[in-house]
């Protein structure tokens, strides 16, 4: 087991585990950190040791600056997690997590067992979402804030924490807005496309539309809410985890 991997600022373990059989790598939606995901590692445990993605620019890495470009995003977490490949591996990720969860997915050398893309249309029809990330910034939260349900009262109240989010709020959106997906081979593992019933950014027909970037299998599933249906359907959500998982940790197979 690679309990003794280097640290990487890209990736944080909060509870590293000597005997799991797998583990998850949780990617944030735009602007999210680590925290959004920290309700999930007593829920996976003792099995699945879960990891959180941990942009530059949020949280713990605040200080840093946040990056533009998607690709590049992918590429550093790609090269972060690769000594943590021992073991079969999953990706969760929620919104832009999604899209840099699959461009990661293209760049290792080992498959994961499974991506769940979480309330984001697949790779090569995000160009259909309207740009916001070059409003004012008074217009700009406004948007993200109705549009996405991403800020609480408690956060949009407090102006100096608005202040410190603004930044990564906005490098993101600039990231996933000009992102475009190049035709490339496409993966091998399943795909399960996840979505809030409410959700008017992400229709249940823009969900199926992942089949088309994998050979494996792909299904959708809908849950109660809006964008952000994550957060009551957490233990649902865990459950597909640990099936997908538990389904195929007997063997390892790289792209070969």
Request: aromatic residues 8%; proline residues 10%.
């Amino acid at each position: 087991m690679t309990t003794g991997a280097p640290a990487s600022p890209w990736i944080k373990r909060p509870r590293v585990l000597p005997e799991a059989r797998a583990r998850l790598f949780c990617v944030p939606h735009g602007g999210g950190g680590p925290s959004s995901f920290a309700r999930w590692v007593p829920g996976l445990a003792p099995d699945v040791e879960v990891c959180l993605v941990h942009l530059p620019g949020r949280e713990g890495r605040l200080k840093e600056e946040p990056l533009g470009d998607l690709r590049l995003i992918a590429a550093r977490v790609a090269q972060a997690m690769d000594p943590l490949l021992d073991l079969p591996f999953a990706f969760f990720g929620h919104s832009m997590g999604s899209i840099i969860a699959y461009e990661a997915a293209l760049l290792l050398d080992r498959e994961p067992r499974h991506l769940f893309a979480s309330a984001s249309p697949p790779p090569h029809r995000v160009e259909e979402e309207e740009p916001v990330a070059h409003l004012p910034d008074a217009d700009f939260l406004a948007e993200v804030r109705r549009s996405y349900e991403g800020i609480p009262d408690a956060v949009w109240n407090d102006a100096e924490l608005m202040r410190l989010m603004l930044p990564s709020l906005r490098a993101d959106f600039a990231a996933y807005e000009t992102y475009r997906w190049r035709a490339s081979e496409p993966l091998r593992c399943p795909v399960t496309a996840l979505g809030g019933k409410d959700d008017p950014l992400v229709p249940t027909e823009s969900l199926a539309d992942w089949a088309r970037l994998t050979s494996g299998a792909c299904r959708t599933e809908m849950f109660d809410g809006g964008h952000f249906y994550v957060n009551e359907a957490r233990p649902h959500l865990q459950e597909l985890v640990r099936e997908a998982l538990g389904a195929a940790l007997p063997a390892a197979k790289g792209r070969g």
